[in-house]
T-cell receptor, first 114, second 114 residues
Framework: DAGVIQSPRHEVTEMGQEVTLRCKPISGHDYLFWYRQTMMRGLELLIYFNNNVPIDDSGMPEDRFSAKMPNASFSTLKIQPSEPRDSAVYFC????????????FGPGTRLTVT | KNQVEQSPQSLIILEGKNCTLQCNYTVSPFSNLRWYKQDTGRGPVSLTIMTFSENTKSNRRYTATLDADTKQSSLHITASQLSDSASYICVVSDRGSTLGRLYFGRGTQLTVWP
């Protein structure tokens, strides 16, 4: 398996623009997580899905952020409108329901909002 | 307040030397504690996961300890190698749900010099 796939790897956009980050989890994994990592705050869980259903979105910073998982092999994290403080590395991770503790992270998307 | 504190924030050691990283937490109730290694520009990779009943767990040159009474964990790296240079993140999970809420430390940045 290729592991968790994220795209794009780098994104530079101007303030006010819409940004869409994409994630393909490991095949067969039924949990998917979106994280954000910054120097100031470290790694933060934004939202996670189980069987394509959002379970906990309490980490989503505000209404400008939204996440979807239309099927088991694809998820998006959208920021609209983007702001400079959204600049961070966004990670997607997935795990199997039978391996309760193990999460596999993607390579991340480095977002820069100017 | 549930928190995870790691020390030191950064550490520089010479190749071949040993080192110990610390993680103190106030998360309650407690389910499990994980140590992740994050190479620069990559996603975190799990090193070890410890549950309440486990005191010590080894993974090659990495040995993690857990003292659930004092709410402390350590990660000991033996005979360090240049490839050990990375950020090491401690993550604690509570038992609030099937998944457990995750609490992240800010990480210890380890640099191994030749």
């Amino acid at each position: 398996d290729a592991g968790v796939i994220q795209s794009p790897r780098h994104e530079v956009t101007e303030m006010g623009q819409e940004v869409t980050l994409r994630c393909k989890p490991i095949s067969g994994h039924d949990y998917l997580f979106w994280y954000r990592q910054t120097m100031m705050r470290g790694l933060e869980l934004l939202i996670y899905f189980n069987n394509n259903v959002p379970i906990d979105d309490s980490g989503m910073p505000e209404d400008r952020f939204s996440a979807k998982m239309p099927n088991a092999s694809f998820s998006t994290l959208k920021i609209q409108p983007s702001e400079p403080r959204d600049s961070a590395v966004y990670f997607c991770a997935s795990r199997s329901g039978t391996h309760f503790y193990e999460q596999y992270f993607g390579p991340g998307t480095r977002l820069t909002v100017t | 307040k549930n928190q995870v504190e790691q020390s030191p924030q950064s550490l520089i050691i010479l190749e071949g030397k040993n080192c110990t990283l610390q993680c103190n937490y106030t998360v309650s109730p407690f389910s499990n504690l994980r140590w992740y290694k994050q190479d620069t520009g990559r996603g975190p990779v799990s090193l070890t996961i410890m549950t309440f009943s486990e005191n010590t767990k080894s993974n090659r040159r990495y040995t993690a300890t857990l003292d659930a009474d004092t709410k402390q964990s350590s990660l000991h790296i033996t005979a360090s190698q240049l490839s050990d240079s990375a950020s090491y993140i401690c993550v604690v999970s509570d038992r609030g749900s099937t998944l457990g809420r995750l609490y992240f430390g800010r990480g210890t940045q380890l640099t191994v010099w030749p």
